[in-house]
């Protein structure tokens, strides 16, 4: 694996597909998502991000409907279908989907790469009726090895908590992968832009971290997505979208992990080292 920080690593190409899964269509998801990824590793990228619950769509009436859906991990058809996807393409794969372990459901999304499967994270935070549904993540926040560099994951409203990232850039991240379905928030202002957006941004920049958020779009049995998948450089600058609300969209950005982390903003400041560990309690 290369390690990180080291200067002879190339810039890598990142993609992120938005578009709108049919609920309960694993085959017609997968083929149009497959097409979507053939494209955008056609023009170079590497490493794709696909929304959360991508094989499946996401608003489930019924627990037995969610287990209908749901498959293991990493020996069900849909995380095969992806791994070799990507052994053929040569590219790393991030994905949303239902998983099932014994009697347990997990919102998941798998990590997948030319050598196969790569990985697992299971989202620790659970959104609204999710909690019907699914068991709160049990993995922690692992991070992955690449041949490109050290990869994490988190899923939607994973990302509303500082201590995602946090956990993320001290165990070594150097991109965060968010699998996504963003809805609007209480109370949002007409027009404003995804309460995601900033806390995302906010997030990259706290903890010097690339992130790369691909969300959904679409109307799914009366739940409203917000698109606007975005890609962020460790400054917390944009480096690709927002995309647009509505439509089914590929952002890409060149990506260079070596300025991942900002160890050293000046002289004297550091942003992991600078924490006052000391008096957080």
């Not at 040569?90 to 990985?119: H, K, Q, S």
């Given at each position: 694996?290369?390690?990180?920080?080291d200067p002879a690593r190339p810039p890598i190409r990142v993609s992120c597909i938005q578009f709108a899964p049919q609920f309960g269509d694993v085959a017609a998801n997968m083929a149009h998502a497959t097409d979507i990824v053939r494209a955008a590793a056609a023009e170079g990228s590497r490493l794709i991000v696909l929304p959360?619950?991508?094989?499946?769509?996401?608003?489930?009436?019924?627990?037995?409907?969610?287990?209908?859906?749901?498959?293991?991990?990493?020996?069900?058809?849909?995380?095969?279908?992806?791994?070799?996807?990507?052994?053929?393409?040569?590219?790393?794969?991030?994905?949303?989907?239902?998983?099932?372990?014994?009697?347990?459901?997990?919102?998941?999304?798998?990590?997948?790469?030319?050598?196969?499967?790569?990985?697992?994270?299971?989202?620790?935070?659970?959104?609204?009726?999710?909690?019907?549904?699914?068991?709160?993540?049990?993995?922690?926040?692992?991070?992955?090895?690449?041949?490109?560099?050290?990869?994490?994951?988190?899923?939607?409203?994973?990302?509303?908590?500082?201590?995602?990232?946090?956990?993320?850039?001290?165990?070594?991240?150097?991109?965060?992968?968010?699998?996504?379905?963003?809805?609007?928030?209480?109370?949002?202002?007409?027009?404003?832009?995804?309460?995601?957006?900033?806390?995302?941004?906010?997030?990259?920049?706290?903890?010097?971290?690339?992130?790369?958020?691909?969300?959904?779009?679409?109307?799914?049995?009366?739940?409203?997505?917000?698109?606007?998948?975005?890609?962020?450089?460790?400054?917390?600058?944009?480096?690709?979208?927002?995309?647009?609300?509505?439509?089914?969209?590929?952002?890409?950005?060149?990506?260079?992990?070596?300025?991942?982390?900002?160890?050293?903003?000046?002289?004297?400041?550091?942003?992991?080292?600078?924490?006052?560990?000391?008096?957080?309690?």
């Open positions: 694996m290369v390690q990180a920080n959360e619950l991508a094989s499946t769509g996401y608003v489930f009436e019924s627990q037995a409907e969610a287990r209908s859906l749901a498959e293991p991990v990493p020996d069900g058809p849909t995380t095969r279908a992806w791994a070799a996807l990507a052994a053929e393409l040569n590219i790393y794969i991030v994905a949303g989907i239902a998983e099932v372990a014994g009697d347990t459901l997990y919102n998941a999304a798998v990590i997948v790469g030319p050598e196969g499967y790569i990985g697992t994270y299971r989202k620790a935070h659970l959104w609204d009726q999710e909690n019907v549904f699914f068991a709160k993540g049990d993995l922690g926040f692992p991070v992955f090895d690449t041949a490109f560099g050290k990869v994490g994951v988190a899923i939607c409203y994973d990302g509303w908590f500082p201590e995602t990232f946090r956990q993320l850039a001290l165990g070594g991240a150097e991109i965060v992968c968010i699998p996504t379905n963003w809805v609007p928030m209480p109370d949002q202002p007409a027009g404003e832009a995804a309460m995601a957006n900033t806390l995302h941004r906010a997030a990259a920049h706290s903890n010097g971290l690339f992130i790369a958020c691909a969300d959904r779009v679409g109307v799914e049995r009366g739940q409203p997505f917000e698109g606007q998948s975005l890609i962020i450089g460790p400054k917390g600058w944009p480096l690709a979208g927002p995309a647009s609300r509505t439509e089914t969209e590929t952002l890409s950005a060149l990506v260079d992990l070596d300025a991942a982390g900002r160890k050293d903003l000046n002289t004297f400041n550091s942003l992991l080292r600078d924490r006052r560990t000391d008096i957080y309690g």
